[in-house]
């Protein structure tokens, strides 16, 4: 099956500074980035996504980036607030926003006030 | 936009009883919806992709004659977890697509006793 790790598995910032994860998937058919967002006991939120004919996609204060060749895109969130404090998850996927989407291992954010 | 309705957001049952959750599309048709389910502190584990009208696919390692699936209609799929074990206590997560996006249910939180 596909394998889809996240790095870091936690991460603690101080509030303002940058965060960045990065998702390494191995399905070299995987067209659709996205990268959703968990707080405790909810459903999963997407917060960006990004298309395979793209590199890079911005929105705020987070960003998206894709390295197909390399089989990574990572998650960029600039001036963090406390309540980015969150469990972070890509699921890179086939077909499009509406397919199957395998997620990835996961990332603890926390923002230090 | 569009809503993904589960129900019930919390049951908890009797070990050897059965459960069933329901997932409504309530202002879309979804002729695919996922089952996800999540163990404390890991990350989303697609069980099953749903089809309107035939027989679920299900992930490799899920027991199809345990966690029933059935997708009657273009707006409404349910999970039954059979025969019920503490070991199926998990959070339940279903997702529905609306041919741009995915959608994400509130989730069930399963106790088994």
């Known amino acids: 099956g596909e394998n889809v790790e996240q790095h870091p598995s936690t991460l603690s910032v101080q509030e303002g500074d940058s965060a960045v994860i990065k998702c390494t998937y191995s399905?070299?058919?995987?067209?659709?980035f996205p990268w959703y967002k968990q707080e405790l006991g909810k459903r999963p939120q997407l917060i960006i996504d990004?298309?395979?004919?793209?590199g890079e996609k911005k929105d705020q204060r987070i960003a998206v980036t894709l390295n197909k060749t390399a089989k990574h895109f990572s998650l960029h969130i600039t001036e963090t607030q406390p309540e980015d404090s969150a469990v972070y998850f890509c699921?890179?996927?086939?077909?499009?926003?509406?397919?199957?989407?395998?997620f990835g291992t996961g990332t603890l954010l926390a923002v230090q006030p | 936009g569009a809503v993904v309705s589960q129900h019930p957001s919390r049951v908890i049952c009797k070990s050897g009883t059965s459960v069933k959750i329901e997932c409504r599309s309530l202002?879309?048709?979804?002729?695919?919806m996922f089952w996800y389910r999540q163990f404390p502190k890991q990350s989303l584990m697609l069980m099953a992709t749903?089809?309107?009208?035939?027989?679920?696919?299900?992930e490799q390692g899920v027991e199809k004659d345990k966690f029933l699936i059935n997708h009657a209609s273009l707006t409404l799929s349910t999970l039954t977890v059979t025969s019920a074990h503490p070991e199926d206590s998990s959070f339940y997560i279903c997702?529905?697509?609306?041919?741009?996006?995915?959608?994400f249910g509130s989730g069930t939180q399963l106790s088994v006793l």
């Open positions: 202002d879309f048709q979804a002729t695919t």
């Open positions: 749903s089809n309107e009208g035939s027989k679920a696919t299900y």
């Open positions: 990004i298309r395979s004919n793209v």
């Open positions: 399905d070299s058919a995987s067209n659709y």
């Open positions: 997702s529905a697509s609306n041919a741009e996006k995915l959608f």
């Open positions: 699921a890179p996927g086939r077909g499009g926003a509406t397919n199957k989407l395998i």
